[in-house]
């Protein structure tokens, strides 16, 4: 299965980094309209969401929208410690609050920034290379966002954003992997 995870994750960045120049603009415009629409953001107080990288649609206009909205801002960032984890970290200014991190992926700074527990997420928008019409994800392989959904409370909405062409009819699996709740697409939710 760990192969099979592997050829799909090369398929997949390769796929998402061939897109036209301006669709992951386009997709990340909708994706913030779609989002703010869905109920379950409208009644959080606080979402949880990833700083995006690489060719990833940018979470940036997200996070603003959950600020301009009142939301409390979660973001994760890596520890230090083995075994690595993600941390999850409240963080108020999204200008003067960031760090680079791991893969130079910005992060909180743990010095300004208060821990958060994913129990008190209500929303969370949760990254994918692709996703199944099951809800389980392809993520980069290592682990950490199934770990931390793991401990999620009865209250936290997940849900993931991405382009049609990534939703896939099936993703291999392993009963550790958490499927999300609801696929946003720029064909519907």
């Not at 909708?30 to 107080?45: G, M, T």
């Not at 969370?124 to 994800?137: C, H, S």
């Not at 939703?167 to 519907?188: C, F, M, W």
Request: hydrophobic share 45%.
């Amino acid at each position: 299965m760990n192969e099979a995870k592997a050829r799909l994750r090369k398929e997949m960045i390769a796929m998402r980094d061939a897109l036209p120049v301006g669709a992951q603009d386009r997709f990340a415009q909708a994706a913030v309209e779609k989002l703010a629409a869905l109920p379950e953001y409208r009644a959080a107080r606080s979402i949880l969401a990833t700083m995006s990288i690489g060719s990833e649609w940018s979470t940036r206009a997200f996070l603003d929208r959950a600020h301009a909205d009142g939301k409390a801002i979660m973001l994760p960032r890596i520890t230090d410690v083995r075994p690595k984890r993600l941390q999850l970290h409240r963080v108020g200014d999204l200008a003067t609050d960031l760090k680079p991190g791991v893969w130079d992926i910005p992060e909180p700074d743990p010095a300004r920034c208060p821990e958060a527990a994913i129990s008190d997420v209500e929303f969370a928008l949760v990254p994918a290379l692709a996703i199944d019409a099951e809800g389980y994800r392809l993520g980069y392989g290592a682990g950490y966002f199934d770990k931390l959904l793991a401990g999620r409370g009865p209250r936290t909405f997940c849900v993931t954003a991405l382009p049609s062409q990534f939703v896939v009819d099936r993703l291999p699996h392993e009963p550790h992997d958490i499927a999300v709740h609801l696929i946003v697409t720029d064909t519907g939710a």
